[in-house]
């Protein structure tokens, strides 16, 4: 299942994404019998795991079988207001230079275990939202990035059971501004800028998935193709990962967890042509089954 995050008159409401449109989950909950144990935004539907997928899934095939109730809560995707997909994650931790192609073009050791850094909630973008370019850099980097979204507690959990504590996967933009990253050993300044993390456009729940670990991902810049991997490049697997955390610290449902980037980066390149994002920059996300995400890039 698609789930969609979308503004109505400021207010943020949950969607299911189908062929023709959103389906507005609270209009159509409040349109049809017996929809009581629906959940009404992200964070519930993370938080009722599986019994909550099949209550959305329980609306949405009422919905497909009420043409009335259609017609009152299904809006065109293209005249939504997208907001983040996952709107209050509790923790947002990422995994630096775990892409073995990625490591190497930056001349970086091949880590032996995975680093970990955080952003915090200011990151926070939806597909479409203009980014502003902070004034402190002018070094911005994109980073297409798989999200690993948690849907239960876990803490100590093996690597063999890890992706059973996935919710589901979504796209992001790990923005980086390289001048601030580099300015100390700690990343999180360049990493931390305000809309520095836009997501979505649609959190993707575990079961459409598969494999996490063999996606292709492509990251794209005003038309051309920056970055082009896939995500079995990656040097801590997404199992790995959730279960290397876990080991640390408790994930709780909405905790959301960037992967890494593949290589292709602006600071990939050798500095004689190396060119940084500037205003105007269209940056696209895709990857494989979660959709595309774009942004602009604007002046602060």
Not at 8 to 27: A, E, P, Q
Not at 59 to 75: C, D, F, T, W, Y
Not at 238 to 257: A, F, K, N
Request: aromatic content about 6%.
């Amino acid at each position: 299942m698609k789930l969609v995050t979308f503004l109505v008159n400021g207010d943020i409401r949950l969607g299911i994404k189908i062929d023709h449109g959103i389906i507005d989950v609270n209009t159509a909950a409040s349109l049809l019998p017996d929809m009581n144990r629906v959940p009404m935004d992200i964070h519930a539907a993370i938080e009722a795991g599986q019994s909550g997928i099949q209550e959305l899934e329980r609306l949405k095939r009422a919905v497909g079988e009420n043409k009335e109730v259609q017609e009152q809560s299904i809006v065109p995707e293209d005249e939504i207001s997208y907001a983040p997909c996952v709107t209050q994650p509790s923790k947002i931790i990422c995994v630096g230079l775990n892409y073995r192609r990625h490591a190497e073009e930056t001349n970086a050791a091949i880590p032996q275990y995975p680093i970990l850094f955080n952003k915090f909630n200011n990151t926070l973008a939806a597909h479409g939202e203009d980014i502003p370019l902070p004034r402190v850099s002018s070094e911005v980097d994109y980073e297409a990035e798989l999200v690993i979204v948690i849907g239960k507690e876990a803490k100590y959990v093996t690597q063999a059971d890890a992706l059973d504590y996935v919710y589901g996967y979504c796209n992001v933009n790990d923005l980086s501004a390289r001048d601030l990253q580099m300015r100390t050993p700690q990343w999180l300044l360049g990493k931390s800028c305000d809309k520095f993390s836009p997501l979505g456009p649609y959190l993707v729940t575990a079961d459409e998935i598969g494999d996490p670990n063999s996606l292709d991902i492509r990251c794209i810049v005003n038309g051309e193709t920056k970055q082009s991997s896939n995500t079995s490049d990656m040097i801590f697997h997404c199992d790995e990962i959730v279960s290397y955390i876990s080991q640390h610290m408790t994930l709780l449902p909405g905790d959301i967890i960037l992967t890494g980037t593949p290589e292709g980066v602006v600071l990939g390149l050798p500095k004689e042509d190396r060119v940084y994002l500037k205003p105007g920059d269209t940056v696209t996300i895709e990857i494989e089954k979660l959709g595309s995400l774009t942004n602009r890039m604007v002046s602060e």
